[in-house]
């Protein structure tokens, strides 16, 4: 399991850098950078609104929003391997929602981390988990 989860994001970017335009020779390299600024945009204020709205129920339901963090991050990642089947006009709006699963993936999956942590904790030796 943990190659794979460093192999998918690896084997999604390949789509979606080409769907951004990258190795054709008509892209704008100036739209493309600006399109990817969105993608980051869109994904940080995803991120900041969803932890806003998440925070007060992360302690009380852990597995769920770790279970919605994977969830999540699937999502995200087959809106990266799509992107390049929509055409250029709905690839930024496909990467900034790719971003916004992504960074809600982030966002649950270490705001539960440290309730699993201690739930899995023997004798309070949260440190030695990793």
């Not at 950078?33 to 932890?51: I, K, S, T």
């Not at 991050?73 to 391997?81: E, P, R, Y």
């Not at 089947?85 to 705001?111: D, F, I, L, Q, Y």
Request: a neutral charge; proline letters at 5%; one cysteine or more.
């Amino acid at each position: 399991q943990p190659a794979a989860t460093y192999l998918r994001p690896a084997v999604a970017t390949r789509p979606l850098l080409s769907a951004a335009g990258v190795g054709d020779a008509t892209a704008d390299a100036t739209s493309s950078a600006v399109a990817w600024l969105l993608r980051d945009g869109l994904g940080l204020l995803g991120g900041l609104a969803f932890g806003g709205w998440a925070a007060p129920f992360f302690d009380g339901h852990a597995k769920e929003f770790r279970l919605f963090a994977d969830a999540a991050n699937d999502l995200g990642l087959a809106i990266d391997l799509a992107a390049p089947h929509c055409g250029r006009g709905a690839w930024p709006w496909m990467a900034g929602a790719s971003a916004v699963c992504k960074a809600m993936c982030g966002v649950a999956a270490g705001a539960t981390k440290a309730s699993v942590t201690a739930h899995f904790s023997l004798r309070g030796n949260v440190a030695d988990h990793h």
